[in-house]
């Protein structure tokens, strides 16, 4: 059984400009949500993503996209970057839409100049 | 609107002194509670869960809902401890969303 797995670790990039961050769940998993960490704050609930269908977003501009396939992995995608988008961005998978255990990937940390 | 609320961004104590994080919420409803952690260069993982009862690791946590408390507790702090702790939250029209208070640093001292 693998963990949940992101890439890049790292992505530096400038204001206005787009980026796609990617996740793919632990096996087994049919659920995926993406928070944005600031520096200094908790995780921040973006969008959940079940059986490639949104299932719910928090207060984050539609700049802010994302999709899932098939196999279950997603994506999140930023356009016209702001200097605040600069954070770590972590998704979870779980299984299901029941209370289940949510489980974390390392993250990527995002800085936009 | 549902919000969690650490109070403390630094706890420090000695090793072998008790251990109190302090966590209060913000939920009309009934809330499921959490304690995350996270160790250095490790992910955030769940240490624990209101709803199962039990200790992980010789910690603690119950659900006050009078208080709207769910403080973390360990009687005997080890230097293994020290981490980043959240509390968080679900529950509410997205039932798998999770709600994080802005974490507290454990620092446990030799």
């Known amino acids: 059984e693998t963990g949940v797995t992101q890439s890049p670790t790292h992505l530096i990039k400038t204001r206005g400009q787009q980026v796609t961050l990617r996740c793919s769940s632990q096996?087994?998993?049919?659920?995926v949500s993406w928070y944005q960490q600031a520096l200094g704050q908790g995780p921040q609930f973006i969008f959940q993503?079940?059986?490639?269908?949104?299932?719910g977003r928090g207060n984050f501009p539609p700049r802010f996209s994302g999709l899932q396939f098939p196999n279950y992995s997603s994506e999140l995608n930023v356009n016209a970057l702001e200097l605040d988008d600069s954070a770590l961005y972590l998704c979870?998978?779980?299984?299901?839409?029941?209370?289940?255990?949510?489980?974390f990937g390392p993250g990527t940390r995002l800085l936009v100049l | 609107a549902q919000r969690v609320t650490q109070p403390e961004k630094l706890l420090s104590v000695f090793k072998g002194a008790p251990v109190e994080l302090k966590c209060n919420y913000s939920?009309?409803?009934?809330?499921?509670l959490f304690w995350y952690v996270q160790y250095s260069r490790q992910r955030l993982q769940l240490l624990l869960r209101?709803?199962s009862r039990e200790s992980i690791k010789g910690f603690t946590a119950d659900l006050n809902k009078g208080e709207t408390s769910f403080h973390l507790k360990k009687p005997f702090a080890q230097e293994e401890d020290s981490a980043m702790y959240y509390c968080?939250?679900?529950?509410?029209?997205?039932?798998?969303?999770?709600?994080f208070g802005a974490g507290t640093i454990l620092r446990v001292k030799s």
């Open positions: 979870a998978s779980s299984q299901g839409l029941s209370q289940e255990t949510q489980y």
């Open positions: 096996s087994g998993h049919n659920t």
């Open positions: 993503y079940y059986r490639e269908e949104e299932n």
């Open positions: 939920y009309s409803g009934s809330p499921e």
């Open positions: 209101h709803i």
């Open positions: 968080a939250l679900r529950g509410g029209q997205y039932g798998n969303k999770l709600v």
